[in-house]
């Protein structure tokens, strides 16, 4: 049982390069969601998919784009990469909000 | 004035002492309470949830919730060095984003 899987996991772009993360999870679940993680920031919200075909933003959602392209898989796109999102994206999801929430291993972005 | 708030630490205790981590919120519509860990380049992982006041208790953790005053509080008996991590503070309202908020962390060492 792979929980939630991301990829990739290390990813190194030049400003303007565009591209996306991949996350997928076996459990079901129909909330997904994408957050960014920075040094004493703690976790920020980027975009989260309550339920299959529903997506909405976070706190955090200017330079991205989503998709929830069936009820496993939930993207993140990077239309025009920027220094300013160097960041650790997470990818979670759960069965619902007030139930725990599983986390995938992280993808670590630069952007130069 | 954050939704979440944390002080970042770092939280230094000796072996075997009780590790106190403190987390205040700012809306009173929220419902639920997590208290997650995250280990040094590593996804986060639930430890602990509480939904209503009072003291919810689990093997070494207490977690501790108090809606009049806002805050929420992690206790840990017995602290052990693989307890030293990052916790994480959440929480879940029933309105609006339906999504976790989090905090920045509370950065714990503990002393062998």
């Known amino acids: 049982n792979a929980g939630v899987t991301q990829t990739p996991k290390f990813q190194v772009l030049k400003t303007g390069q565009s591209m996306t993360l991949q996350c997928a999870q076996d459990m079901n679940h129909n909330s997904m969601y994408w957050y960014r993680q920075d040094p004493g920031m703690g976790l920020r919200l980027i975009y989260y998919?309550?339920?299959?075909?529903?997506?909405d933003k976070g706190e955090v959602p200017n330079g991205y784009n989503v998709s929830r392209l069936n009820k496993r898989e939930f993207s993140l796109r990077l239309e025009s990469a920027a220094p300013s999102q160097t960041s650790v994206y997470f990818c979670?999801?759960?069965?619902?909000?007030?139930?725990?929430?599983?986390f995938g291993q992280g993808t670590r972005l630069t952007v130069v | 004035q954050k939704e979440v708030e944390q002080n970042s630490g770092p939280l230094s205790v000796p072996e075997g002492a009780i590790a106190s981590l403190n987390c205040t919120y700012s809306d009173r519509g929220s419902q639920s309470f997590f208290w997650y860990r995250q280990y040094s380049g590593k996804s986060p992982e639930l430890i602990m949830s509480?939904?209503?006041?009072g003291d919810k208790e689990d093997g070494r953790f207490t977690a501790q919730l108090n809606k009049a005053s806002q805050y929420v509080s992690l206790l840990i008996r017995d602290s052990q060095p693989s307890d030293s991590a990052t916790y994480l503070c959440?929480?879940?309202?029933?309105?609006?984003?339906?999504?976790?908020?989090f905090g920045s962390g509370t950065r714990l060492q503990v002393q062998p």
């Open positions: 979670a999801s759960s069965e619902a909000g007030q139930i725990e929430a599983f």
């Open positions: 959440a929480l879940w309202r029933d309105t609006g984003r339906r999504a976790l908020t």
């Open positions: 509480i939904y209503s006041n």
């Open positions: 998919s309550a339920s299959e075909g529903t997506t």
